[in-house]
């Protein structure tokens, strides 16, 4: 099993979930983050004075799939949330040794 984790802008959240919905991806765990990449941010101008904006906000999408899975899941991912433009963030993919569903009790892919 692998855990995908995905970090892209507000706006695609609803294109990313439609193209994880074609790929047959049946759950997964949003959050509304904020950080900063390369972009570092940007200056923005209130009442006269300046400021910088150090964290911009993000999604993080989480999801833990069988194996077999993984691929399609990140190219869904990737292809639906690109702009071109700075900031479209990253994916990430990590190996799960172990999940349990606490409802049931299964174990592995089972509880996936």
Same mark, same amino acid.
């Given at each position: 099993?692998?855990?995908?984790?995905?970090?892209?802008?507000?706006?695609?959240?609803?294109?990313?979930?439609?193209?994880?919905?074609?790929?047959?991806?049946?759950?997964?765990?949003?959050?509304e983050?904020?950080?900063?990449?390369?972009?570092?941010?940007?200056?923005?101008?209130?009442?006269?004075?300046?400021?910088?904006?150090?964290? &911009?906000?993000?999604?993080?999408?989480?999801?833990? &799939?069988?194996?077999? &899975?993984?691929?399609?899941?990140?190219?869904?991912?990737?292809?639906?949330?690109?702009?071109?433009?700075?900031?479209?963030?990253?994916?990430?993919?990590?190996?799960?040794?172990?999940?349990?569903?606490?409802?049931?009790?299964?174990?592995?892919?089972?509880?996936v």
């Amino acid at each position: 099993m692998k855990k995908i984790e995905a970090i892209i802008k507000p706006f695609k959240l609803e294109e990313v979930k439609g193209a994880l919905g074609e790929v047959g991806i049946e759950g997964m765990t949003v959050s509304e983050v904020k950080g900063f990449g390369r972009q570092k941010g940007h200056t923005e101008i209130y009442r006269g004075s300046e400021y910088t904006v150090d964290f &911009l906000p993000k999604i993080k999408v989480e999801l833990v &799939l069988a194996d077999k &899975l993984v691929e399609s899941a990140v190219n869904a991912i990737v292809k639906s949330a690109k702009t071109g433009k700075i900031g479209d963030g990253k994916v990430f993919v990590y190996t799960i040794e172990q999940a349990v569903r606490i409802r049931t009790d299964e174990k592995g892919e089972a509880a996936v």
